[in-house]
């Protein structure tokens, strides 16, 4: 599925001296940092636009190359596989500091952003965990937790695989540390989902406990939560592009265009398929007792084009640029070829004319 510049570049990946001289040569191939479009650019801001141009026509060329289509559809299949043992994790964990009963009301306030059939699923899954007799904080309960995360974390492992796909890179990680890496991950997305959905439903009750309801204090600070949510799934989806893939980590600069993209056509997507489904969507004919199902299924292939899509974006801003990217922990620049990073270590074809 690798393009012949990327197999190109692993070939030599190993070979120092090689290595060097193929960024060389791609440096000066493109006209290094002293070409225009961009190629000397320290932070995506420095970009012109003539550079942006060649960022969003080789995003839709490797989006293609990359079958990132069919890629999304097999993340959205293993997430769909992993909501469940999921759901079944949050709830666990949310039960240790909060009442577990109330995470179905909770829920019910993401119905804007999640299809009605497709929340109906997981509401329904939500309300038989809590309606199962309670373990206490015991060996079972962790023992059933971990198990849980585990096939979870299957599907932030497909992720993984995809994160790599669009970066170029190939995945040379141990099993042992892959399966850490993605159970890490999926135990920080759930955490970031119970904050969320804390962050969602406790504004508005403290609003109504202290009497601002009615007052532009209490209008404002229930209308800021949205914008607060949107940053931090921001945040959130930096620190997958950031870590998951194997290679080198970019600098946090070098991830946020694509986060804060990938967040907006999301956020927008999620809304417009909602107001779809509701509205116009006619799957429960169609499918029958297995459409809500399919509603559900479509929303994570949405989600995984999406986030797929931003790691294209970034990818390619990096590629953009001929001076270091990665993160140097105090080091100076790398140079082309030295960076362990496919995106850092060469420079993106010239597509504007």
């Not at 079944?88 to 952003?113: F, R």
């Not at 669009?166 to 989902?193: C, K, N, P, W």
């Not at 209308?223 to 989806?237: E, Q």
């Not at 459409?291 to 974006?313: D, I």
């Amino acid at each position: 599925m690798l393009g012949l510049s990327r197999r190109h570049y692993y070939e030599h990946r190993n070979r120092a001296n090689a290595h060097h001289a193929a960024g060389r040569a791609a440096n000066d191939a493109h006209g290094g940092s002293r070409g225009g479009g961009g190629r000397s650019a320290e932070s995506p801001a420095d970009i012109p636009a003539k550079g942006w141009k060649d960022i969003l026509l080789r995003v839709w060329d490797e989006q293609s190359k990359d079958n990132v289509s069919m890629l999304a559809a097999g993340v959205a299949y293993y997430g769909l596989l992993a909501i469940f043992p999921a759901v079944a994790a949050l709830v666990s964990i949310y039960g240790l500091v909060a009442d577990p009963a109330l995470i179905e009301n909770q829920l019910s306030q993401m119905g804007g952003l999640l299809p009605p059939e497709a929340l109906s699923i997981v509401s329904d899954q939500a309300r038989k965990v809590v309606t199962t007799p309670s373990q206490g904080l015991g060996f079972g309960l962790i023992f059933g937790l971990l198990l849980t995360l585990w096939s979870a974390s299957r599907g932030t492992n497909s992720l993984v695989t995809a994160l790599n796909i669009a970066y170029g890179e190939q995945e040379t990680r141990g099993i042992i540390h892959l399966a850490l890496l993605s159970m890490a991950l999926t135990i920080a997305g759930l955490l970031f989902v119970i904050v969320a959905m804390v962050m969602i439903v406790a504004v508005p009750a403290a609003i109504n406990i202290i009497g601002l309801q009615d007052t532009p204090i209490g209008w404002i600070a229930s209308l800021a939560r949205w914008p607060i949510l949107a940053v931090a799934i921001i945040l959130g989806l930096a620190v997958f592009y950031r870590y998951a893939p194997d290679r080198r980590e970019p600098q946090w600069r070098w991830v946020s265009w694509g986060s804060a993209t990938a967040t907006l056509v999301w956020l927008l997507g999620s809304l417009g398929f909602s107001i779809y489904v509701s509205n116009f969507g006619s799957y429960n004919e169609t499918y029958g007792s297995v459409g809500a199902v399919v509603v559900l299924l479509l929303w994570f292939n949405l989600t995984s084009y999406v986030v797929l899509l931003g790691a294209e974006l970034n990818a390619e801003i990096e590629h953009q640029t001929a001076r270091d990217t990665t993160d140097r922990d105090g080091r100076p620049a790398r140079p082309l070829g030295q960076r362990d990073a496919y995106v850092a270590d060469t420079v993106g074809e010239r597509k504007a004319g």
